[in-house]
């Protein structure tokens, strides 16, 4: 099929049909396709990132059937090409949450494709100083490293982790949920270098397990008063964490 331009054409024409399930099905057979043609078909779809939200979306997930299941070495040298305007649609405040999550996804997978590239760029935008958008981003992208089983790049990765879990203290409680889940992927995936950070990691989980009151609110709705608690997602998220870390990293 990779051999048929028409067919990748069409199912690239279909990015703009009304149904949300037939853009999926598009951009999972567009993705699919460039995989066995990566120099041809990839940067067709890397312009469909420029694109309007749906045809953006489905140019995200199309992209991220090409960098989970592409050659390494053919990824390795678009890898650049496609930082850029992936790292620009994750952290933009315009995007909606779909759209970030994505293409943090696909930065997590790119990342795996060239980690020495990769790795320190991801490390630079973990700063406290960056904006809270910029560190979810990281956060999410590194849920996908460690979500990687492969084992070549450990020593590139090991040094960063603790410059990393540092953002499990961070001040803005999304960055620290995101934090949170990418260290049960860790735990789960790359137990070996998390267990010499729990001595730092375990303070910052056990100090997400607590009500906080300064992130519960009250919401008034007509007569009724509702109670939301921003921090409830961020203690599920810790809780599972510890259950993975008892599981899979303690002795």
């Not at 049909?17 to 995989?35: C, F, K, L, M, N």
């Not at 990281?138 to 492969?150: E, I, L, P």
């Not at 070996?192 to 009250?218: F, N, W």
């Amino acid at each position: 099929i990779s051999e048929q331009p028409d067919v990748f054409n069409h199912s690239l024409d279909l990015f703009r049909t009304p149904s949300e399930q037939v853009r999926i099905a598009a951009s999972s057979a567009v993705g699919g396709i460039a995989v066995g043609n990566i120099q041809t078909f990839l940067p067709v779809i890397a312009r469909g990132l420029q694109g309007e939200e749906h045809s953006r979306l489905s140019a995200l997930h199309a992209l991220r059937e090409v960098v989970t299941h592409g050659p390494r070495h053919q990824l390795e040298h678009m890898a650049d090409h496609l930082w850029e305007p992936l790292f620009a649609s994750t952290t933009s405040e315009n995007e909606n949450e779909s759209v970030k999550n994505i293409a943090a996804a696909c930065l997590g997978r790119l990342t795996t494709t060239c980690p020495a590239r990769f790795l320190p760029r991801l490390q630079a935008s973990m700063a406290r100083e960056n904006p809270p958008g910029v560190k979810a981003a990281v956060a999410t992208a590194m849920r996908y490293v460690f979500m990687d089983n492969t084992q070549t790049y450990n020593d590139l990765l090991q040094p960063i982790l603790s410059p990393y879990f540092t953002l499990l203290r961070d001040t803005d409680i999304n960055v620290q949920r995101l934090a949170i889940v990418s260290l049960t992927a860790a735990a789960r995936h790359k137990s070996h270098l998390v267990r010499p950070q729990l001595p730092h990691i375990l303070p910052d989980l056990y100090a997400q397990t607590p009500v906080r009151d300064e992130l519960v609110h009250t919401v008034v709705m007509g007569p009724w008063k509702h109670q939301i608690d921003d921090g409830l997602e961020a203690r599920k998220a810790a809780d599972e964490a510890m259950y993975t870390l008892v599981s899979r990293v303690s002795n």
